[in-house]
């Protein structure tokens, strides 16, 4: 019995020793985690060297939780090992083999617990040289804030000298343009006075920069081109002589006072030019005047050909509408004339055995000129009273415009014909009047449908249907004339 309780008190001390290892073990490296991995810590980690302490730390953990693992492996090994004792125990005499394995224990448990205390001392440690990580980490941090606020003032200074350098560059370049301007402009007027024979009095150079002026090509005509320059330096060589005028106005040389100044004497030269037109005859009035009057003539010559045209084209025009007329009431005469022996053929037998046929009729609404109005049709299907044609059912319907397309083939046959589906809406006494009908018609027809009533008076069929397995469509044809009766001897 003290041997078990001696045994029990061992392991329960072991126990606790482990928990106490792994506890203190893993607190510090999640203390660690925390400290490393936390908010603060990610933004202040932006530079190199604190990627290398960062690699550092996480080598040093990975070492700490290999120490660990060993640890735990050694506590399992003593585990192990207990449980054999056990098994020993239970085999041998308790008392001598807890006399042999006492020591062995006290050995193990010493050697855990000094375990124990040389990782404490190392987690102190690797706690005290992060804490000093830290302080290096937000020291850097700290100077690189600094340093890039720093770099962030003198980028926007720079930025702003350059702003300010290319504002002075464009007014540089706008001065640069308008100097060229009033040089060519200046260049303009002292050619307009030599053009003009306007006497120019000059301080500098003589009529023959003058001459040489005029000669040179003009500033837009010489744009394109390099030959613009020449012009450029004969006025440049040219000193216009001002003492002429007043002082007064030889100190307007510049602002409003010259704008005004150069509007009047503008006023002024345009009221000359006016007086001296209007002081001056006209040399060439019976010219002009013999040029209009054969402008004149051709005017005249040239409105009796367009009316003569004009009347020729409406006397073509009457012709054609005349014809276009006369065809179109011979087409209505037929077809008006035929359409109501059609539909009553068409209708024949449709209310009943041995009925007659409905009525149809064909008006004009306009008989002088029939394109000014339609063409009005009037049905009236048999054992029916008189009603609009949008009133009828979908079946009287069909077969009223059947009769008129029949109708219309009295007047010119058609080589064939193609009805698709128009028994759609039709019963089956309609549907076997309406194939009679084509039965008897004088052109080849084509007819598509889906009611057996009409196909079967066909003389051929050509199905198509689907092959499933094929995804594709076929067709089948199939000869009825064969099963046709032979005609009568």
Same mark, same amino acid.
Request: charged share 35%; net charge negative; aromatic share 4%.
């Given at each position: ?18 928990? =106490? ?42 070492? @700490?939780?290999? %120490? ?7 506590? %399992? ?69 600094? +340093? ?22 464009? %007014? ?18 002292? =050619? ?37 320059? @020449?012009?450029?330096?004969? @006025? ?22 010259? +704008? ?17 037109? =209007? ?47 006369? %065809? ?19 209708? @024949? ?120 397995? +094929? ?19």
């Amino acid at each position: 019995a003290a041997l078990a309780a001696e045994e029990a008190r061992m392991r329960g001390e072991q126990r606790d020793v482990e928990r =106490r290892a792994a506890d203190r073990v893993k607190g510090h490296f999640a203390a660690l985690g925390e400290t490393a991995g936390g908010k603060e810590g990610r933004e202040a980690m932006g530079v190199a060297d604190v990627q290398r302490v960062e690699r550092e730390w996480r080598r040093e953990r990975e070492a @700490a939780q290999a %120490r660990q693992d060993t640890m735990a492996r050694q506590l %399992r090994n003593v585990r192990a090992e207990l449980s054999m004792f056990e098994d020993t125990l239970r085999e041998k005499n308790p008392r001598v083999l807890m006399e042999e394995l006492l020591p062995k224990l006290r050995r193990e448990l010493v050697e855990a617990e000094q375990k124990e205390k040389d990782l404490g001392k190392g987690a102190d440690a690797l706690q005290s040289e992060l804490q000093g990580l830290e302080t290096k980490v937000r020291g850097c941090a700290d100077l690189e804030r600094e +340093k890039e606020r720093t770099l962030t003032g003198l980028r926007q200074v720079a930025k702003e000298h350059r702003q300010n350098i290319m504002a002075l560059e464009k %007014r540089l370049s706008d001065l640069d343009s308008e100097e060229r301007a009033l040089h060519d402009a200046r260049a303009d007027l002292l =050619r307009r006075s030599v053009l003009e024979d306007i006497d120019v009095p000059l301080l500098r150079g003589g009529l023959e920069a003058l001459q040489d002026l005029a000669e040179a090509p003009s500033q837009q005509a010489a744009a394109p081109t390099q030959g613009g320059d @020449a012009g450029g330096e004969a @006025a440049a060589g040219l000193a216009v002589d001002f003492s002429a005028l007043p002082e007064e106005k030889q100190a307007a040389s510049t602002g409003p006072a010259a +704008k005004m100044l150069e509007d009047e004497y503008k006023a002024e030269l345009e009221r000359l030019r006016v007086e001296m037109h =209007r002081l001056s005859p006209n040399l060439k009035a019976i010219e002009q005047i013999q040029g209009v009057a054969e402008n004149v003539q051709n005017a005249a010559r040239d409105a009796d050909a367009a009316r003569r045209e004009i009347e020729d084209i409406d006397q073509r025009f009457e012709q054609v509408r005349q014809a276009r007329k006369q %065809r179109f009431v011979d087409c209505f005469t037929k077809v008006a004339a035929e359409i109501g022996h059609v539909y009553k053929r068409l209708t @024949a037998n449709t209310a009943g055995l041995h009925a007659e046929g409905g009525l149809a009729y064909l008006d004009l609404e306009d008989t002088e000129d029939p394109f000014n109005g339609g063409v009005k049709f009037t049905a009236m299907p048999p054992a029916k009273r008189f009603r609009d044609m949008h009133l009828l059912s979908g079946g009287e319907k069909t077969l009223a415009a059947m009769a008129l397309l029949f109708a219309v083939h009295a007047y010119q046959k058609p080589p064939f014909m193609v009805l698709d589906e128009v028994d759609a809406a039709l019963d089956a006494n309609n549907v076997r009047a309406l194939a009679g009908y084509v039965e008897q018609a004088e052109c080849q027809t084509i007819v598509i449908s889906l009611k057996d009533r009409f196909f079967v008076r066909g003389e051929a069929l050509v199905g198509v249907w689907k092959d499933k397995p +094929k995804e594709t469509s076929a067709i089948l044809t199939l000869d009825l004339s064969r099963y046709l009766p032979a005609p009568a001897a």
